[in-house]
C-alpha cells in the first residue's frame, strides 16, 4: 500500500511498516490506561488500608499502602516521561524507525515489568485478612476481583500489561482460599482461577482487536492520504496541461490559442479600440543557418524577454509560431500610439543578440486597430499589414488601411468567384510576343492569364494563383491555360509559323504538385502537336526544390518540350542547377534591363548573362524593355531575343492576328 509523505512524495507502507505503527499506538494507548487505572488503583488501596487498620492491622496496611503508592507513582512517572519513538510516523527514516521500534519495545517491557510489581503488591492483600478467613475477606476479595477486572478493561491495547497485573493476585488470592479449606473456599478458589483465564482470554482477544483496528486505521489513513495525493497530481498535471495548451514551452508566451482565449477574455468597451501587431523576424532563417538552431532558440527567447520588457500597461503578447509574435493592446489605456510601439520592439530587436552580427536580425511589423472585431479578423488585417511591410524592405511596420483592405477584398473575392470565373469563360488567355533582335521579327508569344473581376477590375495574374491556389483549382487553372496555348500553337501551324514557340508560366506550386509532365505531353498527343512548340517557364524560386521537380524537367525536355528559366539573375540559380534542369533558355529579369542604357553596372551584369549563355549553349531573353534607349544597348551588347511593352505587350488573339499576319508574310 502506498502513502504520500508531507513533501508530496508517495512511499509504500510496508508490512513492517504497519506493524511499527500498531506497537505505537499500542504504546500511546497503554501509557493513556495506566494513567486512567493509576488513580482508581491507589483509592482502592488507600481504603483497603482504612479496612486493615479497623481491623487492627494498622501497621501492616499503613506498610502495604505506602509500598502500593510509590508503584503506583513509578507507574505513572514512566507514562508521563517523555519518549521520543512517540514522533514515528511512515515518514520516518528506516534507520531511525528501526531505533524507534526497538524504544518502544522496551518501554512496553518496562510497563509490563511495572505492572508485575503492582500485581505483586496486591498479591499481599491476603496478609491483610488473615489469608481470606477474616470478617473483612469478602470486601478485599471484591476489591481483588474487581480491580483485576478493570485492569483488563482499560488494558485493551496490550494485553502483557493487564496480564502481568492480574496474575499474581488471583493465584494469591486462590492459594490462600484452598489453604483455608472448606468445600465453599475451594469452589470459591476455583472460581478465581476460572476468572483468571477468562481475564487472560479477553485481554488477549482485546489486543487482537485493537491491532486489527489500528492496522485498519492506518491503512485507511494511507489510502485517504494516496487518494489525495493523486488528486493534487492529477489537479496539477491539468493545471500544467491547460498551461500548456496555452503557453509557448520555448518563450513562456501566450501560444496562438491560449493568445485567443486572453484576448477574447480581455474586457474592452465600445469606445476603446483594440491595437494588434503582428510581428515577424527578419533574417532569422540565416540565424539558424549560420549559428545553428539552438541558438536560433535563445534568439526566440529573448525576443520573448526584451518583448515583455517594453510591453503597454495591460498587453498581452504571445508568440504564434516559429519566429512569429503577436501584441495586443487598447492605446486609450496606455496613452501609447500603435507606431512608437512598432518603433519600440524594432529597436529592441535591433539591438545585437550575442553571437549573432549586428544587423542581421530585423523585423517587420503588420498593425490592425479595430473597434469590437474578433481576434481571427484582426489577425487576417494584420497579417495582410505584415506582408505589405515585409515587401517594402525589414525593419519597417505597415498600418492595416482602406487600400489594403481593398486588396484583401480583391483576393477573398478571386478566391470565391474563380470557379465560376472558369465555368462561365470569363478568364482569358493573352499573348505578349518574344521578339529577335532586331525587334521586329517574332520568335516567339508568351501566354499571361487575365481577368476582369465584376467589382475588382483586372486582377494581377499572380493573385489569380493564389486565389486557384487557395480554392483548390490549381490543376483547373493549369488545363486552361495549356488548352489556349495548344490552340495558338495550332494556328501558328495553320498560319506557317511552326518554329515560333508558345510558352507558358507554371508556379513553383503547379511544378511542384501536379503531374506538369503528363498533363502537358498528353494534350500535346491529344491535339497532334510537336512538343517543340512548348516551353515551359519556371522561376527560380521552383529551381530551390529541384530534387522534387528534376524528374518531371527531365521527362519534358527528353520528350522535345524546351523548359526556360524566368527571372534569371536575380534568384538563386546556379550553373549546376541549369543543367539539373535541363534549361534550353535564360529570361534576363526585367530588372537588370530596364535603365541598362544609363548604368554600366547592369551592363556588366547583362554582358556576363550573355556570355554565361554562349558557354552553356542557351537561348537568352531580354524582358522587361521599355524604351528604346534599353532597346539599344541591348542589341549592342547582342542579346539574342528581347521582349517588353516598348515592342509589343500582352494583347488577346484578336489583336494578335495582324501581328501574325505580317511575321507570316515576312515568312
Known sequence: ???????????????????????????????????????????????????????????????????????????????????????????????????????????????????????????????????????????????????????????????????????????????????????????????????????????????????????????????????????????????????????????????????????????????????????????????????????????LVEVGRRLREILPPDATAARLGGDEFALLYVPLRSATAPSVVAERVIAAVAAPFGAVEPGRLGVSIGIQFAHMTSITQMLSCADEALYAAKSAGRNRYRVFDADLRSQREMRRDSGRDLSKALADGALSVWFQPIFNRDGSTIAGLEALVRWRHPQHGWIPPGDIIAAAANAGLTESLLRFILERVCGMMALLRELGLPHVRVAMNVSPREMAQLPVDAIALKRLEAMALPPSGLEIEITEETALGIEVIQDKLVRLAEAGVRVALDDFGVGYASLASLRQLHAGRIKIDRSLVTGLSGSRDKSVMVQAVLNLGVSLGLEVVAEGVETADDLGALQELGCPFVQGYHLGRPMPLSDLTSLLSVARAAA
Open 1 to 299: 500500500m502506498a502513502e504520500s509523505t508531507q513533501d508530496g512524495r508517495v512511499t509504500e507502507l510496508t508490512t513492517l511498516d504497519l506493524a511499527r505503527l500498531v506497537r505505537r499506538d499500542q504504546f500511546e494507548a497503554v501509557r493513556r490506561s495506566v494513567l486512567i487505572a493509576i488513580p482508581v488503583n491507589i483509592t482502592l488501596g488507600f481504603t483497603g488500608a482504612i479496612v486493615a487498620a479497623h481491623a487492627g492491622l494498622g501497621a501492616a496496611g499503613a506498610l502495604w499502602f505506602a509500598t502500593s503508592l510509590c508503584v503506583n507513582l513509578l507507574r505513572a512517572g514512566l507514562c508521563r516521561m517523555p519518549v521520543g519513538a512517540l514522533s514515528l510516523t511512515i515518514d520516518t527514516p528506516a534507520e531511525e524507525a528501526a531505533a524507534h521500534e526497538r524504544t518502544i519495545a522496551w518501554h512496553l517491557r518496562l510497563a509490563g515489568v511495572a505492572a508485575l510489581a503492582s500485581g505483586l503488591v496486591w498479591a499481599l492483600v491476603p496478609v491483610l485478612c488473615e489469608g481470606f478467613t477474616s470478617a473483612s475477606a469478602t470486601f478485599y476479595l471484591v476489591v481483588t476481583c474487581g480491580i483485576t477486572a478493570g485492569s483488563v478493561t482499560h488494558g485493551i491495547a496490550f494485553a502483557r500489561v493487564p496480564l502481568c497485573f492480574i496474575t499474581l493476585p488471583l493465584l494469591s488470592t486462590a492459594a490462600c482460599l484452598l489453604y483455608a479449606g472448606g468445600l465453599a473456599n475451594a469452589c470459591l478458589a476455583g472460581t478465581v482461577l476460572l476468572y483468571l483465564l477468562a481475564l487472560a482470554r479477553s485481554a488477549t482477544e482485546s489486543e487482537k482487536v485493537f491491532r486489527r483496528a489500528s492496522r485498519a486505521r492506518h491503512e485507511a489513513g494511507a489510502a485517504a492520504r494516496v487518494a489525495a495525493a493523486a488528486h493534487a497530481s492529477a489537479r496539477a498535471l491539468a493545471e500544467e496541461m491547460r498551461r500548456r495548451a496555452t503557453h509557448d514551452d520555448l518563450t513562456g508566451l501566450l501560444n496562438r490559442a491560449g493568445f485567443a482565449q486572453a484576448v477574447e477574455a480581455q474586457p474592452c468597451g465600445p469606445e476603446e479600440a483594440r491595437c494588434l501587431l503582428l510581428l515577424d523576424l527578419d533574417g532569422f532563417k540565416t540565424v539558424n543557418d549560420i549559428h545553428g538552431h539552438q541558438m536560433g532558440d535563445r534568439v
